[in-house]
């Protein structure tokens, strides 16, 4: 690297679409709304509405499958002008309980590499969204015993971030979060001079999305995929590979 | 008290009928379901579903207005055999939007008592159910400064509460929780031989109620309203009132 060696007191990791597949539960059950509605109105008019209501009641619901519920039920009455029936309303609460009950599938690679870090480091999972929802997935996932602590929080920016920090008293050089959103994982991190590893991931929501404008000159980390991470750790850290 | 006075080190409060009313809020938005569904069925009928559903739903969505909103939907398909029309189910998720903006009503005196204790002592709160609409409560409270630690949890048990004192390694005996529910906020906290001083609130959820088989032998104190706490915390800890 060139530069000093960098000590972690914690290595925090995102959950959603880091540790585990997220936005595809999103995706598939908006194919399932847009058949639903697809009687009514056509799939871009659809599309369009949902995340129109989504974004609308975010504020008033928060994150999570139960928000994102209440907005599909919301939405499919507006497009049908109240026609859609209650057998239809039913199904897509029957979406969600499918949502919140399905099998939580990790990435590719994290069942081995977490076990491995959490050998070398601190661990801690920062996850935004519904604390009922997130409790229920860490404890699916079989990794809760990995992670020595477990922030939820409803919202991931910079004033979180410094809370997080503040409470556990972590300086921030000696922090580093890894995820897949630049929006909620890498730039309020940066912005409190702590380190960001940045993990794409296949999808992102609309909403995560940020143009390049926003990460222009913002110096993050980079790795193609969760088994990169405890060489690159290691080179980060000086430390000779385990 | 004739015992050695008692020292703590965090005070904690629950906030839904200690801080802020708030089954008053359940209690009106069932008024106006149960109206909705008038033309359909009985109102005992109605109740009974609702709460049986809710009940249900709790293991898939958790406590809050959202898991409740969508059992009040499911609840209305059911019973009207899905003849419920569109408007009036957009009606269930407004009463649900109304919930979430009400504005928070302090419980008489707490306005003026919570920064009395929080001159003298570290204050917690320790709230159970939906994060961001906790969150969202705390901060229009006006309170949310005078808690150093807050803690939103999906359940309140003895594993909950214990996790949180062993995060903030306080000891059991320097611990004292202040509630008014027996079963979230007494009865697991005397379990880990901990403090605990029940607050009667006027309504209880029926889930929250416990026959007195569960509390019998269980010592805890006792007050009658906020505005005690501060001489009969004093008296606890043998302070001489400010």
């Given at each position: 690297m060139g530069n000093e060696p960098l000590q972690f007191d914690v290595v925090a990791f995102d959950a959603d679409d880091t540790l585990w597949h997220n936005e595809p539960l999103f995706t598939t059950t908006e194919n399932k709304f847009r058949k639903l509605l697809e009687p009514y109105h056509s799939q871009f008019w659809i599309d369009k509405r949902l995340y129109e209501t989504e974004i609308k009641n975010l504020a008033v619901f928060g994150y999570g499958v139960k928000g994102f519920t209440l907005s599909m039920i919301e939405t499919a009455i507006e497009l049908t002008e109240g026609r859609i029936q209650g057998n239809e309303i039913q199904r897509i609460i029957n979406f969600s309980k499918e949502m919140l009950k399905t099998p939580v599938q990790l990435l590719p690679d994290v069942a081995e590499i977490i076990p491995e870090l959490a050998r070398q480091h601190t661990l801690m999972v920062i996850t935004k969204g519904d604390l009922f929802e997130q409790e229920s997935k860490l404890a699916r996932s079989?990794?809760?015993?990995?992670?020595k602590f477990v922030e939820i929080v409803s919202e991931k920016n910079a004033e979180t971030y410094g809370e997080i920090l503040k409470r556990h008293r972590i300086a921030p050089e000696r922090f580093v979060m890894i995820g897949n959103?630049?929006?909620?994982?890498?730039l309020p991190v940066l912005s409190l001079n702590a380190h960001a590893i940045y993990i794409h991931y296949e999808t992102t929501w609309q909403h995560e999305q940020v143009g390049s404008e926003e990460t222009d000159g913002a110096s993050y980390h980079r790795v193609d995929?969760?088994?990169?991470?405890p060489e690159y750790l290691n080179r980060l850290t000086g430390s000779v590979a385990g």
């Open positions: 079989g990794l809760a015993d990995l992670f959103s630049l929006k909620s994982d890498i995929t969760v088994s990169d991470l």
